[in-house]
């Protein structure tokens, strides 16, 4: 059964760390798809949109994943690690029980983007140690489609052309499918998700339709996906590049302030306590 367009996000333009200029399609408003929290697009060729980046800021009960299309970033963290995002490269981090972190960019000129996405992590996964993996593009598979095209596979397993390939991030909670398609004019694409399992995509070139649709999909937005086991883009005129993601819905209550993710409000008020008294991360 072919998942088609259930509802549209549009993404709109906001700020966040210290003025970087985001197009912010899930997470406004805390307009949310179980267990995707959020999801930013940036994208500048002018270095005041981003060269401020994102000074150092907490995060606690939920996953960040940071995919750079193009740019250098440096993640810092207060246990000392660094990390060097970039191009093509993934950074994906357990914030868990707390983490404080910075993201700047590392480069005065040029352009700048990519995607930060949030996933909530499951209630007794909330307050374990953080840890995150810094991914380089050498890492991530790239799979070459009939007719062109190629996919890269950042989690999950792609199923097609007669291979089955797992991409780097693996033993997450939630079973994430997280791939980067790109497709030629008018070339079709068709992949296996789990059925009980929430997807949606997101377009950031070119153009196409989505399933059955009879209309063009929208750029710079979230598109959720309703009910089935496939999912079908064929792209238009000018081809089309977009990340499809899908994961296992936790079903669990939210309560979000900011950087904090947990499930009651008595938690997010000791996660403001621990965060003020240095115990954040404790």
Not at 220 to 232: K, N, R, T, W
Request: glycine letters at 10%; one cysteine or more; aromatic letters at 8%.
């Amino acid at each position: 059964m072919i998942r088609n367009i259930e509802n549209i996000i549009p993404g709109i333009e906001t700020s966040d760390g210290a003025g970087v200029k985001l197009c912010r399609s899930l997470g406004q408003q805390q307009v949310r798809l179980d267990p995707f929290l959020m999801l930013d697009e940036f994208s500048s060729n002018d270095p005041d949109d981003y060269v401020a980046g994102f000074p150092a800021h907490p995060h606690r009960g939920f996953e960040t994943v940071t995919y750079m299309l193009e740019g250098h970033m440096l993640h810092e963290d207060h246990l000392g690690n660094q990390g060097h995002l970039k191009t093509g490269g993934v950074q994906w981090m357990t914030a868990g029980r707390g983490i404080i972190h910075s993201e700047m960019p590392q480069q005065v000129s040029g352009a700048m983007r990519g995607f930060q996405l949030w996933i909530n992590l499951p209630a007794k996964e909330k307050m374990k140690d953080a840890a995150y993996q810094d991914i380089q593009v050498e890492d991530i598979p790239q799979i070459t489609l009939k007719g062109g095209g190629f996919v890269k596979v950042i989690a999950g397993i792609f199923q097609g052309e007669g291979q089955s390939i797992a991409g780097p991030v693996r033993d997450i909670t939630t079973d994430p499918l997280f791939l980067d398609v790109h497709l030629l004019p008018n070339q079709e694409f068709s992949h296996p998700v789990a059925a009980d399992h929430n997807a949606f995509l997101y377009l950031y070139e070119g153009d196409g339709v989505v399933g059955d649709s009879l209309y063009s999909a929208p750029k710079q937005a979230a598109i959720i996906l309703g009910s089935g086991d496939h999912v079908c883009f064929k792209a238009g005129s000018y081809g089309a590049e977009f990340i499809l993601l899908a994961a296992l819905p936790l079903n669990e209550p939210i309560v979000q302030y900011g950087p904090f993710v947990m499930n009651t409000q008595a938690q997010i008020e000791q996660a403001i306590e621990d965060y003020q008294s240095n115990r954040l991360t404790v």
